[in-house]
Structure formats: structure tokens, C-alpha cells
């Protein structure tokens, strides 16, 4: 498809995913006009999502502080450690997703003001090379069918071992989590009561856990997208002396543009930095978990599913790092348009403040955990580094 008659992306198109996951919780951070019964349904679902998810949490952070209960079992252990890092990174996202939600939805509806409404803008601002890649949109497709079929594989087993078994005891009653509740989840009704808890606590920690990483990666794709406007704009601009006064004015009103997009940047940061923070801390430990889990168990399917959770979750921090890169790259070209254009025919004044631009540009603009990691491809690295060593000490050790 050329790129005349290719469909050129809305901000609505940037922003679908995450608001999708977070709608589907029953949460809309937007504030769509709706009819008030669908409200007041999607307002008792998220209600229900959340009791849940601390109802569950509760239990799961009490099942590692009763250490003896999984003591001398290293399959268990890795297994607890790894629901208790994954609700913990999830608890932690949705902690910060509430305390500054009304600070991204200011941010957010910044950012589609920016955006650019004709079509032949948005040819010019060149969206579409901003959209999630179909390799990023294979990956979060990938990675929520893997926790589908986790959710139900324990449901479908045990329906499956009791029809080719023998009698109603034969009934496993497995779940998706091992954690033990303050009722008995053996029996036919216990067992539905515990399957709805987790089934809802399991969606709100998956799309919670992805939510906030789609709506960084959204707003921080559509701040990519504007310095890369305004490097492309920069470099082909053709100064003269003769109108020195044009120059200035086009440069003046290029570095306010550009001081509005390092403002919303440091919202960027702000707004995600403590997530981002505990998200490197959580991640290498949920990997660690996974991997070592997956050995243990082995060839079968439970050992196969946390395998592929294990490249799925690893995916995911894989994205998260690509649009903290893009950031980088994009903000650093405005120096180099700066530099590339013809900026020895302008006036002095006019040199002299193009020489400020690249002085600037030598600084990237960054999404930052609190000013200690920088997300991109080397916090990338750092995390596979630290997942291996802790694997492997953690692999020493048991087989001591």
C-alpha cells in the first residue's frame, strides 16, 4: 500500500490498546459518554476486580511469610515467589496508575491536542511510523493469549480428568493459583467462588500489568513523534541573511515547540517514574522465577506455559526499553538537523542560536525511573544479565 493511499493513524488509534485494557476492568480513564446502566456495571466490575485482587494479594503475601508451608520444596518457593513479584508489580502499577491518573489523563489530553487532525499533517508528521509495529502488537496478542490459556488450562484439566475418571472424588479441583483462601475450595461450590476470585484477580493483574506499560509507551511514542517533526522541519529549512529577522522568528518558535515537548516529557517521568523504578526489580525476579520454575518442572505443560510466560514477559520489558530508546534517538536528531542544515548562510545571530539547539540536543531527552535507570536497550541488557546471575546462584544452590 503506498503511502498516499495508506490509512494515516488517529491519536484514538495510538491510544485504543491501553484504554481497552483498563475498560475491560471496568475502568475508564477517559471518561467516555455512555448510557448510565453501563456505567454503573463497568463501575460493580471494577469494584469486584479490585476486592479481588487484595482479597487474593492478602493471602498470597501471607502464604511467603509462612515459610514453612514451602519450606524444602524449591518447585514451591519459585512458584509462590514468582505469583508474589507478579502481584507485586501489578499492585505497584496500579498504585501509581491511581495516584496520577488525573495527571496522565492532563497529559494525554495534551498530547491529542498536539496531534496533528488533516490527513496530509499527518502524512507530514509521518504517524504511522510511530504506531506500534505488528511485531509489538504480535507480542502483547502473544502474551495475553498465554495468560488465557494459564487461566483456564487448570479449569479445562480438571473437567477433563473427571470425565475419563471415575466418580465424583476424582475431580482435582485445580486452580490458577496454588494460594490457599479462607474457605475450602475442594468442594463443587468453593471451588466456583475460588475460580471467580481468580480468574478476576488474574485479568486485574494482567491488564493492569500491561495497561500502564501501553499507556507509557503511548504517550512517549507521541512525544517521539513531535521531536521527530520538528528535526525533520529543522533540517530542511534554508536560512538566508537577507532575512535575518524570518530566521530568528523560525527558530524562536521552534525552541518554544520544543521546550513544550521536554515539559511533557518530565510529566512522562513523573508520572511513570516509581512504576518504572520497581518494575526492573520485579521483572528480573519474575524471569528468575520462571526460568527456574520451568526447569523444575520440566517437559510437560505446566513446565511449557511458564516457559512461554517466561518469552512473554521477557517480550514485553523488550518493548518497554524500544520506545525508552526510540526517545532517545528521536530527541538527539534535532541537534544533528541542526547541524546538517545550511546554517552557514544565516546571519550570525541566527548561528548563534542554532549553535544553543545543538548544545541542548546533546542532552536526550530520556524516560527516566526516578533519575537512576534510564529504559532502553542497555537497562535491557542489564536486566538479562541480573536474571542469569540470579538463576544461576539460585541453581547452585539448590543443587547443593
Known amino acids: 500500500m503506498s503511502e498516499v493511499t495508506q490509512k494515516q493513524r488517529s491519536f484514538k488509534d495510538f491510544s485504543y490498546m491501553a484504554e481497552i485494557m483498563f475498560k475491560s476492568l471496568g475502568y475508564d480513564l477517559m471518561g467516555s459518554v455512555r448510557p448510565r446502566w453501563q456505567s454503573i456495571l463497568m463501575r460493580c466490575y471494577f469494584v469486584l476486580c479490585v476486592i479481588s485482587s487484595l482479597y487474593e494479594s492478602i493471602f498470597v503475601t501471607y502464604r511467603i511469610l509462612e515459610w514453612e508451608s514451602v519450606a524444602g520444596s524449591p518447585s514451591k518457593v519459585m512458584r509462590q515467589g514468582l505469583h508474589f513479584f507478579y502481584m507485586f508489580s501489578a499492585q505497584v502499577k496500579f498504585f501509581t496508575f491511581m495516584v496520577y491518573r488525573k495527571k496522565l489523563k492532563v497529559l494525554i489530553n495534551n498530547l491529542k491536542d498536539l496531534y496533528p487532525m488533516e490527513v496530509d499533517q499527518r502524512r507530514q508528521y509521518d504517524v504511522n511510523s510511530f504506531f506500534f509495529s505488528r511485531t509489538t502488537r504480535s507480542v502483547m496478542y502473544f502474551y495475553y493469549l498465554v495468560m488465557i490459556l494459564m487461566a483456564f488450562h487448570p479449569l479445562l484439566q480438571s473437567c477433563i480428568m473427571f470425565a475419563i475418571g471415575i466418580g465424583k472424588s476424582d475431580f482435582?479441583?485445580?486452580?490458577?493459583?496454588?494460594?490457599?483462601?479462607?474457605?475450602?475450595?475442594?468442594?463443587?461450590?468453593?471451588?466456583?467462588?475460588?475460580?471467580?476470585?481468580?480468574?478476576?484477580?488474574?485479568?486485574?493483574?494482567?491488564?493492569?500489568?500491561?495497561?500502564?506499560?501501553?499507556?507509557?509507551?503511548?504517550?512517549?511514542?507521541?512525544?517521539?513523534?513531535?521531536?521527530?517533526?520538528?528535526?525533520?522541519?529543522?533540517?530542511?529549512?534554508?536560512?538566508?541573511?537577507?532575512?535575518?529577522?524570518?530566521?530568528?522568528?523560525?527558530?524562536?518558535?521552534?525552541?518554544?515547540?520544543?521546550?513544550?515537548?521536554?515539559?511533557?516529557?518530565?510529566d512522562?517521568?513523573?508520572?511513570?517514574?516509581?512504576?518504572?523504578?520497581?518494575?526492573?526489580?520485579?521483572?528480573?525476579?519474575?524471569?528468575?522465577?520462571?526460568?527456574?520454575?520451568?526447569?523444575?518442572?520440566?517437559?510437560?505443560?505446566?513446565?511449557?506455559?511458564?516457559?512461554?510466560?517466561?518469552?512473554?514477559?521477557?517480550?514485553?520489558?523488550?518493548?518497554?526499553?524500544?520506545?525508552?530508546?526510540?526517545?532517545?534517538?528521536?530527541?538527539?536528531?534535532?541537534?544533528?538537523?541542526?547541524?546538517?542544515?545550511?546554517?552557514?548562510?544565516?546571519?550570525?545571530?541566527?548561528m548563534k542560536d542554532t549553535l544553543f539547539i545543538m548544545a541542548r540536543s546533546q542532552r536526550p531527552s530520556e524516560i527516566s525511573a526516578r533519575g537512576i535507570i534510564i529504559i532502553s536497550f542497555d537497562t535491557f541488557k542489564t536486566l538479562m544479565t541480573i536474571t542469569y546471575r540470579f538463576f544461576a546462584v539460585m541453581r547452585q544452590t539448590v543443587g547443593k
Not at 529549512?237 to 518530565?266: M, W
Not at 520440566?298 to 511449557?304: K, Q, R, S, Y
Open 172 to 266: 482435582l479441583y485445580l486452580r490458577i493459583f496454588p494460594t490457599r483462601l479462607s474457605f475450602d475450595s475442594q468442594t463443587p461450590k468453593g471451588y466456583i467462588l475460588a475460580y471467580i476470585i481468580d480468574l478476576t484477580y488474574s485479568q486485574f493483574i494482567v491488564n493492569v500489568s500491561l495497561g500502564t506499560d501501553l499507556w507509557m509507551m503511548c504517550v512517549s511514542s507521541q512525544i517521539s513523534m513531535h521531536f521527530a517533526f520538528l528535526a525533520k522541519i529543522l533540517a530542511s529549512y534554508l536560512p538566508n541573511r537577507k532575512r535575518e529577522h524570518e530566521d530568528l522568528d523560525f527558530l524562536a518558535n521552534l525552541v518554544r515547540r520544543h521546550q513544550v515537548f521536554l515539559s511533557l516529557q518530565k
Open 268 to 350: 512522562v517521568n513523573q508520572i511513570f517514574g516509581l512504576l518504572l523504578a520497581s518494575n526492573l526489580f520485579t521483572t528480573a525476579s519474575l524471569l528468575c522465577c520462571m526460568a527456574f520454575y520451568s526447569v523444575v518442572q520440566g517437559f510437560n505443560i505446566e513446565g511449557i506455559s511458564y516457559l512461554m510466560l517466561f518469552f512473554s514477559v521477557t517480550a514485553q520489558f523488550y518493548m518497554v526499553s524500544s520506545y525508552g530508546q526510540m526517545l532517545i534517538d528521536v530527541s538527539t536528531k534535532i541537534g544533528a538537523a541542526a547541524y546538517e542544515q545550511k546554517w552557514y548562510e544565516g546571519s550570525i545571530s541566527y
